[in-house]
């Protein structure tokens, strides 16, 4: 059997055809200095007991944190926080600096204006080519105030948002 190579620029591209939503997962050291990262390789996972995965490259400075604390908060993101995204996006600087948070029951941040809250604590970690992979149990949800919030999706390279039924 013959085996095709797949270059990364050709598998980011094509994988920028799969439509998702936009979170920003975060955790902190043991100071308690905060970290996060724009992500859209997160999934719930088991109903029983509730579980959620997140896949957090191995070059991300909060990688170090989760597994420093074995604590993670999944914050999608809502519709209009578009920079939020782009900000946790990018390497670097503090990305928390002027940006509305609290700390959760877990300790991680919690980001003040998402859609959806998923607190965890970290179950089980696996090797994933280039990045880890984190099952945490959820510990608490949150969702938005507003019933009329809608989620920030990504795809082909842009956000976008659901069409109206």
């Known amino acids: 059997m013959e085996t095709t190579v797949i270059e990364a620029d050709e598998f980011r591209k ?15 050291d043991h100071e308690g200095k905060p970290f996060g990262l724009t992500m859209n390789a997160v999934t719930s996972l088991s109903l029983d007991p ?28 809502a ?28 300790g991680a941040p919690v980001l003040t204006g998402a859609l959806l809250i998923i607190e965890c604590t970290v179950d089980t970690t696996f090797p994933g080519g280039d990045h880890e992979i984190f099952c945490g149990k959820v510990t608490r949800v949150e969702t938005a105030q507003s019933e009329m919030a809608e989620p920030l999706l990504y795809f082909g390279g842009r956000y976008g948002s659901v069409a109206p039924a």
Do not use: H
């Open 79 to 106: 519709q209009g926080q578009e920079r939020l995204s782009d900000r946790f996006a990018k390497k670097g600087d503090d990305k928390f600096s002027g940006i509305q948070y609290r700390s959760g029951t877990t």
């Open 14 to 28: 094509a994988s920028g055809l799969w439509a998702t939503g936009v979170s920003i997962v975060t955790s902190m």
């Open 50 to 77: 509730p579980m959620f995965l997140v896949c957090v490259d191995k070059s991300s400075d909060t990688l170090k944190a989760i597994q420093e604390t074995g604590v993670f908060c999944v914050n999608v993101l």
